[in-house]
């Protein structure tokens, strides 16, 4: 079965601190994995990619295929980074994304 | 560029009613998706089509939803009846459709939230 799960549904830190939204997927074959982020009152958007390996407002994501995790982290959150976060899958074929539950994450002053 | 667009914003109906959504896409994207976001889970994809072709339906409740994308551009996704269950946000999104496997962005519209009383 195609699933992803996202254990935590609200994670709060404190400015500064370190973040990690945890990740794990169900799929057997070459997974495609992506964090979607959507910010209060805005529209659902892509944040990145595992196959760009890039890093979008400091946040860096690694496939660990071993144990089928891709979880988003940044060395220090900032108050703007509050917003819900998913993690989507894109299996075989034709694009179609699954998606996980979503992460608030609440970052405080 | 021009975003996707959806109507109306809200949607409230009685159980049994019919409903309906609209969806106009980013133009030039081939590939448009309807989405079902229940509160406190992630969207769901009921339908994905490819053009003016449905590339995947399995999860779209037949038996009362229903959806068509005329001429490759806008959709449309109506239910009838509704249910109290299918109070939901509904999400349209698209994408360019010709990239690789993985490669593709997916820009999602503003959503219509329904309510089935």
């Known amino acids: 079965a195609q699933r992803v799960t996202q254990p935590e549904k609200l994670l709060s830190v404190f400015k500064g601190a370190p973040v990690e939204l945890k990740c794990n997927y169900s799929y057997s074959g070459s997974p495609e994995l992506f964090w979607y982020v959507q910010y209060s009152r805005q529209r659902l958007q892509l944040l990145l990619r595992h196959i760009s390996r890039e890093s979008i407002k400091g946040f860096t994501a690694d496939l660990n295929k071993g144990e089928t995790s891709f979880h988003l982290k940044k060395p220090f959150a900032q108050e703007e980074d509050s917003a819900m976060y998913y993690c989507?899958?894109?299996?075989?074929?034709?694009?179609?994304?699954?998606f996980g539950a979503g992460t608030r994450l609440a970052v405080h002053p | 560029e021009a975003g996707v667009a959806q109507s109306p914003r809200y949607k409230i109906i009685e159980k049994r009613q019919s409903v309906a959504f609209w969806c106009n896409p980013i133009?030039?994207?081939?590939?448009l998706y309807w989405y079902q976001q229940i509160l406190g889970q992630g969207p769901k994809l009921l339908i994905q089509f490819q053009n003016n072709g449905v590339v995947d339906d399995s999860q779209l409740p037949k038996d009362r939803f229903s959806a068509e994308r005329l001429k490759g551009v806008d959709s449309t996704l109506k239910i009838q009846p509704a249910k109290l269950e299918d109070s939901a946000v509904y999400l349209c999104?698209?994408?360019f459709g010709q990239g690789a496997r993985g490669d593709e962005k997916l820009f999602f519209g503003s959503g219509t939230q329904l309510s089935v009383l």
């Open positions: 999104a698209s994408s």
């Open positions: 133009s030039g994207h081939a590939t």
């Open positions: 989507a899958l894109m299996p075989g074929g034709y694009n179609k994304l699954i």
